[in-house]
């Protein structure tokens, strides 16, 4: 498994494979970052929750490079054109359906990426979780305004840690 995920302290884009350790410093700001790894990311290789931001949902969607995509659609269009312009009407056709194919079965050839709702990092190449499903806009909300709640909790409990720290 490989987890594509931003630095929760300097925001760099990292990549880890390594997951035998709870914790492990940023190259970057060399600060810890912890692992959350539950025992199905570890011995299955199956993400059930992140093992960043502890997110509890996670969704799955296509690997798929959307310029990519579009660059072979506008491939396809551009030489349809040009065949149409020439009066090849039914090449014109057949190119542009072939091109529509290729983009599809790219598509379906295309691995999935798992992502976390919350701090969007993606899982590439893990074991299929049935419990995983696509993408739902209701899911993203609910953790985005909990991101949102945690912030302002962190902002606003110092007060909290010295009350610890006194006792
Ligand atoms: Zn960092
Ligand atoms: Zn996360």
Redesign the pocket.
Known sequence: MIISFR?P??Q?ELQFDDLSADQSP?P??H?SIFLHVTTALRQHNMADQCAICQCPQVYVQKDFNRSLGLIIFAGGAIVSVVLYAFNLIWQAFAVLLGFAALDALLFKLLPEVTICYRCHAQYRRVSYNPDNKAFELALAEKYDSLDRHDKYQAQTSPDRLNERTSD
Do not use: L, Y
């Open positions: 630095c302290h300097c760099t940023c970057v700001c600060q």
